[in-house]
């Protein structure tokens, strides 16, 4: 079935990298966009940015742009977010979901299971 | 503060209905039609329930309806049921700001 598999939970520490891999499997990989978003603990979500599998092509929240990086290994149809330089507002479960069309981007129909990150000081 | 306001809590009876409110800007609810409703569970992951306003992805009720007004877009759910008892996200895509996507604060609804 069409799935997104995300790699395990992370303990960081304040100013340390993060590194998420998105699995995707069930459907054609590089036919629909993936997003990347987040929620603090108790908080609403947060979108991230995307990455267009098939050209490589990404746009990030402006407010993160220099420390997040999106990129795709097609071979192994999996998606990757980096994130540089965390700090406890960093701290959330990292989602990656897929855009529901190639024409309707900005709706989100599969989830990732989501990925807990920890930041300690 | 989320960029979309919806109200904290919304709550009623079996069977009954109840609206949500999802409200914007011309930069974004009113601008394009490009809202989505998600559903979440505690320690789940969202579950898309409309998107483009009014389209229902498959396999999702119709008692969960959308529609638009001005910058206000709404999500309905008839017939209400306890399993509908979850936080109700709205999102939609933006023109403005540092984001391409934009999320309200939720909304939990209770099932009396």
């Given at each position: 079935q069409v799935q997104l598999v995300q790699s395990g939970a992370e303990v960081k520490k304040a100013g340390a990298s993060l590194k998420v891999s998105c699995k995707a499997s069930g459907y054609t990989f590089t036919d629909l966009y993936i997003h990347w978003l987040r929620q603090a603990p108790g908080q609403g979500l947060e979108?991230?940015?995307?990455i267009n599998p098939n050209s490589g092509a990404t746009i990030s929240a402006r407010n993160?742009?220099?420390r997040v990086t999106m990129t795709r290994d097609t071979s192994i149809t999996t998606?990757?977010?980096?994130?540089?330089?965390?700090?406890?507002?960093?701290?959330?479960?990292?989602?990656?979901?897929?855009?529901?069309?190639?024409?309707?981007?900005?709706?989100?129909?599969?989830w990732g299971q989501g990925t807990l990150v920890t930041v300690s000081s | 503060q989320s960029a979309l306001t919806q109200p904290a809590s919304v709550s009623g009876s079996p069977g009954q209905s109840i609206t949500?409110?999802?409200?914007?800007?011309?930069?974004?609810?009113?601008?394009y039609n490009y809202v989505s409703w998600y559903q979440?569970?505690?320690?789940?992951?969202?579950?898309?329930?409309?998107?483009?306003?009014?389209?229902r992805p498959s396999g999702v009720s119709d008692r969960f309806s959308g529609s638009k007004s001005g910058?206000?877009?709404?999500?309905?759910?008839?017939?209400?049921?306890?399993?509908?008892?979850?936080?109700?996200?709205c999102?939609?895509?933006?023109?403005?700001?540092?984001?391409?996507?934009?999320?309200?604060?939720?909304?939990?609804?209770?099932?009396?």
């Open positions: 979108w991230l940015g995307w993160l742009q220099g998606a990757y977010m980096d994130l540089k330089s965390l700090t406890s507002d960093d701290a959330a479960m990292y989602y990656c979901a897929r855009a529901i069309g190639v024409f309707k981007k900005w709706s989100f129909d599969i | 949500i409110s999802c409200t914007g800007t011309s930069s974004d609810v009113g601008g979440q569970y505690p320690g789940k992951a969202p579950k898309l329930m409309l998107y483009d306003v009014t389209d910058n206000t877009a709404s999500l309905t759910i008839s017939g209400l049921q306890a399993e509908d008892e979850a936080v109700y996200y999102s939609s895509y933006t023109s403005s700001g540092p984001l391409d996507v934009v999320f309200g604060g939720g909304t939990k609804v209770t099932v009396l």
